[in-house]
Nanobody
Framework: QVHPVESGGGVVQAGGSLRLSCTASGRTFGNSAVGWFRQAQEKEREFVAG????????HYADTVKGRFTISRDNAQNTVYLQMTNLKPDDTAVYYCAINPSNFAWRPELYAYWGQGTQVIVSI
């Protein structure tokens, strides 16, 4: 079992930055891909960014490319999502999800999910 826990959400003005963290227990974290997803009010959950087990491959949604950076520290069992130049449209609950395999775009392929952390970007 792997139990991811997100942190780092909050309220920030447009143009500001936040760094989200996802820390997971379990011995398989270092062999797992990790994805960040988000869900805004009355919208479907959507992919934001993902990273392979070694950290060598990263993937981004077009809406965040160039503004968000995903990275991982397997020694700390932690994945980070650095978010810069935040926009009001980035307001959502951000979820960390773990896939004990290769990177995947589809949320249904991720076996373990955190509770989410709220990000609010004000005008």
């Amino acid at each position: 079992q792997v139990h991811p826990v997100e942190s780092g959400g909050g309220v920030v003005q447009a143009g500001g930055s936040l760094r989200l963290s996802c820390t997971a227990s379990g011995r398989t974290f270092g062999n797992s891909a990790v994805g960040w997803f988000r869900q805004a009010q009355e919208k479907e959950r959507e992919f934001v960014a993902g990273i392979g087990a070694s950290g060598g491959d990263t993937h981004y949604a077009d809406t965040v490319k160039g503004r968000f950076t995903i990275s991982r520290d397997n020694a700390q069992n932690t994945v980070y999502l650095q978010m810069t130049n935040l926009k009001p449209d980035d307001t959502a609950v951000y979820y960390c999800a773990i896939n004990p395999s290769n990177f995947a775009w589809r949320p249904e392929l991720y076996a373990y999910w955190g509770q989410g952390t709220q990000v609010i970007v004000s005008i």
